[in-house]
């Protein structure tokens, strides 16, 4: 089952329709997907079958944007100042969340794929893009599945991203949500409070967590930012 959320942070009605469209071919894929909105864009999302189950929830509610929220010191220096505010770095640490939510409202599913919302901007093959997102609806996993641009090792920093996870898409048992999550938390928190330390990219904390707790139960795969982020999910055993 498919996680994804949309969150309007800058206001822009335009940028909304883009995204909205961008979403239809997926949203009416017939894949099971959890979308997470704002009750202000409910109404956008009745086109979609049943398959797309809409939680409303205000993205102020999440734990993760909360902790992240509270952070009140500079942000990273090579960053897009224009994107990437704090209210983006909150959003894009949420994603974990959102799974742990999602596996909360349908607890018999055993397995969970985040995807970004607007993914299929970095895609080519949209058609060939679903037809394996629907394969892996079936495939069972063991092992978290994240696919990334660096091998494991690169010097960390938080002034800048780290490609170690491209970011709009993994898959993740159920079985390892919690355990996850905490990490991320943790991690999270640690950034947000410690001096030395900046809220930053999200790839960034999941690159501490698997470097220090989760390495084992992590299958990792090589991609970038178009549709190898999900075709070559085949370089593993799952």
């Known amino acids: 089952m498919l996680v994804t959320c949309y969150y309007d942070l800058y206001g822009t009605p335009d940028g909304f329709q883009k995204y909205?469209?961008?979403f239809k071919p997926l949203g009416l894929s017939g894949i099971p997907i959890v979308l997470f909105i704002d009750s202000v864009h409910a109404n956008h999302f009745s086109m979609f079958p049943f398959t797309v189950k809409v939680i409303e929830m205000p993205l102020k509610e999440f734990e993760l944007y909360q902790i992240a929220m509270r952070y009140d010191?500079?942000?990273p220096s090579t960053r897009n100042e224009a994107k990437d505010?704090?209210?983006?770095?909150a959003l894009m640490n949420t994603k974990v969340e959102c799974i742990?939510?999602?596996?909360?409202a349908f607890p018999f599913v055993t397995q969970w794929m985040w995807i970004d919302f607007g993914i299929l901007k970095v895609v080519t093959y949209t058609e060939r893009f679903i037809t394996k997102l629907k394969e892996l609806q079936s495939r069972p996993f063991t092992k978290m599945a994240f696919p990334g641009c660096w091998g494991f090792g690169r010097p960390f920093t938080v002034e800048s991203i780290n490609w170690r996870f491209c970011g709009g898409f993994f898959?993740?048992?159920?079985?390892h949500i919690e355990r996850f999550y905490q990490h991320s938390k943790n991690v999270l928190t640690d950034f947000c409070t410690n001096s030395i330390y900046k809220?930053?990219?999200e790839t960034n904390v999941w690159n501490l967590v698997e470097y220090f707790a989760e390495k084992d139960?992590?299958?990792?795969?090589?991609?970038?930012?178009n549709d190898t982020i999900v075709t070559n999910i085949d370089l593993i055993q799952s």
């Not at 742990?100 to 909360?104: G, I």
């Open 20 to 22: 909205l469209d961008l």
């Open 171 to 175: 898959v993740m048992p159920t079985v």
């Open 85 to 89: 505010t704090k209210e983006f770095f």
């Open 100 to 104: 742990k939510k999602a596996a909360e």
């Open 199 to 201: 809220l930053t990219w």
């Open 73 to 75: 010191r500079d942000l």
């Open 217 to 225: 139960n992590i299958n990792w795969y090589i991609a970038d930012h």
